[in-house]
C-alpha cells in the first residue's frame, strides 16, 4: 500500500502533536561525529559533516513548514558533558545562521539585479520609441529600434524570471534554515 505524500512524513519520523513537532533522529559515537574532520576550527565555526548537512537538508524538505522540529542528537559512545554540549549547539546553529545569512545576501543581489534589468529594459523600450519619433524610417533605423525593443522585452522577462520564478526555490531554502536555526536541539546518550 502506498502512503499519500501527507502520510509519509508521519511514518518517516517522530511526531509529537502537543506541539506540532517533528524529530529528527541524528545517532554518532561522539560529538565530533557531526563535524567535518578535515576543519580543524573549533566546533564553533567548523562545517558540518557533508553527510549530515544533506541529511538535515533533505528532511527539512520532508516536513511542510507549519511545523516545528527537534534535532535529536543519539551519542552512543559519549559520556554526557554540558559544556561540549553548549559547544556543539552553538557551532550547529552558526552553520544555520551562516546559510540564512548567506540566502539573504543572495536574495539581496537578485534584487539588485532584476532592478538593473527593469532599468536597462526601461532603457532599451523608450530609445526605441524615440528612434521610431526621430529618425525616418530606414532599414537602418528600423534594425536599431526593433534590437532595442527586442533587448528591452529579453531584460523585463529577465528580470520578471529572476523575482517570480527563480526566488521561490531560494525563499523555501532561506525558510528552511531558518527553521533549523530556531529548533530545538536534544542530546540522548546510549552506551555501549
Known amino acids: ?3 499519500s505524500k501527507n502520510e509519509a512524513f508521519f511514518e518517516l519520523y517522530q511526531f509529537i502533536p502537543e506541539t506540532n513537532t517533528f524529530v529528527f533522529d541524528v545517532t554518532i559515537d561522539i560529538y565530533e561525529g557531526l563535524f567535518n574532520k578535515l576543519d580543524p576550527s573549533p566546533f564553533k565555526q567548523r562545517d558540518l559533516l557533508p553527510d549530515l548537512f544533506e541529511y538535515l537538508d533533505q528532511c527539512s524538505n520532508d516536513i511542510p513548514y507549519k511545523y516545528n522540529i527537534i534535532l535529536s ?3 552512543t559512545n559519549q559520556a554526557c558533558d554540558t559544556a561540549r554540549e553548549g559547544e556543539v549547539t552553538s557551532g550547529l546553529r552558526t552553520n544555520f545562521r551562516y546559510m540564512v545569512s548567506s540566502i539573504s545576501r543572495q536574495i539581496s543581489s537578485i534584487y539588485v539585479k ?4 527593469v532599468l536597462v529594459s526601461f532603457m532599451g523600450i523608450t530609445s526605441a520609441a524615440l528612434f521610431d519619433s526621430f529618425l525616418p524610417g530606414n532599414i537602418f533605423a528600423d534594425f536599431i529600434k526593433q534590437g532595442l525593443l527586442i533587448g528591452g522585452w529579453v531584460f523585463l522577462w529577465e528580470a520578471f524570471s529572476l523575482v517570480f520564478i527563480q526566488m521561490h526555490d531560494i525563499r523555501i531554502n532561506l525558510k528552511k534554515f531558518k527553521r533549523l ?3 530545538e536541539i536534544r542530546f ?4 555501549h
Request: hydrophobic share 45%; no cysteine.
Open 1 to 3: 500500500m502506498f502512503l
Open 73 to 75: 542528537l543519539n551519542l
Open 188 to 191: 540522548t546518550y546510549k552506551q
Open 114 to 117: 532584476a532592478l538593473r534589468y
Open 181 to 183: 536555526l530556531s529548533s
